[in-house]
């Protein structure tokens, strides 16, 4: 069905996170059928350790996150029938089920982008966001920590780049 979605991890610095955040990926229980690029902005992902999960993009140039993004999209878009691209940072782990509420997010045609809540930290997980605004005068952002806002579903200003969900047609 048109119910898959092209993960993009973009991989900078120490392997181990990348690693771990592709693991959190691949063990996702979501229904949702995935095709997943790792883009090697740093140069030193090895090509064999992605073999059987993953479509290793090597940028070694760094063209930097946005460059990374379109790079793991381009290597994704040969696959149809998906209704979105996640790109993620490399330093993050994803809950379970986190890739079917990602794609159920994205199935209103209104939708271009979405995000969920972000947490830091691995030991004491603490809300970083759950939405935010930018005031267009100023140029400056304001971003909620409210676990009441991380659990409803609204419109918001921006979406970080940590993980974002984008409709294949947007």
């Keep these: 069905g048109h119910f898959g979605l092209g993960v993009v991890i973009i991989h900078y610095g120490r392997a181990e996170?990348?690693?771990q955040c592709l693991a959190s990926v691949l063990e996702d229980p979501s229904g949702v059928q995935r095709h997943i690029a790792v883009v090697d902005n740093f140069g030193n992902l090895k090509p064999e350790d992605f073999v059987d999960s993953a479509t290793l993009v090597q940028r070694p140039d760094n063209p930097g996150f946005g460059g990374g993004a379109n790079a793991g999209v381009d290597a994704l878009r040969t696959y149809?029938?998906?209704?979105?691209?996640?790109?993620?940072?490399n330093d993050l782990m994803i809950e379970p089920?986190?890739?079917?509420?990602?794609?159920?997010a994205l199935l209103p045609k209104d939708i271009g982008a979405v995000g969920g809540p972000i947490l830091v930290g691995f030991e004491q997980p603490r809300l970083w966001y759950a939405g935010g605004t930018i005031r267009p005068l100023t140029g400056t952002v304001r971003q909620s920590h409210s676990t009441s806002d991380a659990e409803r579903r609204r419109e918001v200003g921006f979406v970080p780049g940590t993980a974002i969900a984008v409709r294949a047609d947007a």
């Design 17 to 19: 996170p990348t690693k």
């Design 97 to 104: 089920g986190f890739l079917d509420a990602a794609a159920r």
């Design 80 to 89: 149809a029938e998906m209704i979105g691209f996640v790109v993620m940072n």
